[in-house]
């Protein structure tokens, strides 16, 4: 059983528009989450992250929304730009530092 | 460029092979890991050392056997593998045994005939 669920495999926006990547969590014991962008032939890259004391996390055009309650987090990405295009994976821990269980992705297709 | 090298980029091996995969990092960390990514499956953790210790083993079949001499490299050996183990073989370290920002290798394309 998936703690960690991305449940939109694939996701197309044009240039300049938001995106919006969901992730859902069943684990209450999840208090640290992260995001990594992962290009092809390469590894995932470290993109932003959000302790569960906070609700929201903005880097640049990155921004990670927290809903404790929910247990659902989400990644926007203002203004969408085509080397954006990747694949996302969202991932939780039970303590900041811990092991990380990731969901499945969403891959990314911004279009020019 | 991420710090943390793997090689082969790509391997094919049969079912009676012993091969190995490697990886490098180049960043000070001590902590090291192997995640295998199959097709539409989320990243599995396989193996993580700290200082050398193996500190975690996922219920990884035997078939897969990790080393690490040091804290900078880390190996994986293959031996009978099965077609279903057909995957991206991902290593990745970090400073401490937290996987936080943990930054990973490219990874190695094994196929398994």
Redesign the interface.
């Given at each position: 059983d998936?703690q960690?669920k991305q449940n939109s495999?694939s996701l197309s926006v044009q240039e300049g528009r938001i995106s919006i990547l969901n992730c859902d969590y069943t684990n209450s014991m999840f208090d640290?989450f992260?995001w990594?962008k992962k290009y092809p032939?390469?590894?995932?890259?470290?993109l932003i992250?959000i302790s569960s004391i906070k609700d929201k996390n903005e880097d640049g055009r990155f921004t990670v929304f927290l809903n404790k309650s929910a247990k659902h987090l989400s990644l926007h990405i203002v203004p969408s730009q085509p080397g954006d295009s990747a694949v996302y994976?969202c991932a939780a821990?039970a303590q900041?530092?811990?092991?990380?269980?990731?969901?499945?992705?969403t891959r990314l297709m911004v279009k020019p | 460029e991420t710090g943390v090298t793997q090689t082969p980029r790509h391997l094919v091996m049969g079912m009676t092979n012993k091969k190995s995969l490697k990886c490098e990092q180049h960043l000070g960390h001590n902590a090291m890991y192997w995640y295998k990514q199959s097709a539409k499956k989320p990243l599995e953790l396989m193996f993580v050392y700290n200082f050398k210790e193996q500190t975690e083993n996922n219920s990884v079949p035997s078939r897969f056997s990790p080393e690490c001499p040091n804290s900078s490299h880390l190996f994986l050996h293959l031996h009978t593998l099965q077609p279903e183990d057909s995957a991206l073989y991902l290593c990745a370290s970090s400073q401490g045994q937290g996987f936080a920002e943990a930054f990973f290798g490219q990874g190695t394309r094994l196929t398994v005939v």
């Open positions: 998936q960690v495999p640290y992260l990594y032939a390469e590894g995932p890259t470290f992250s994976f821990s900041a530092g811990n092991m990380l269980t990731f969901g499945g992705g | -």
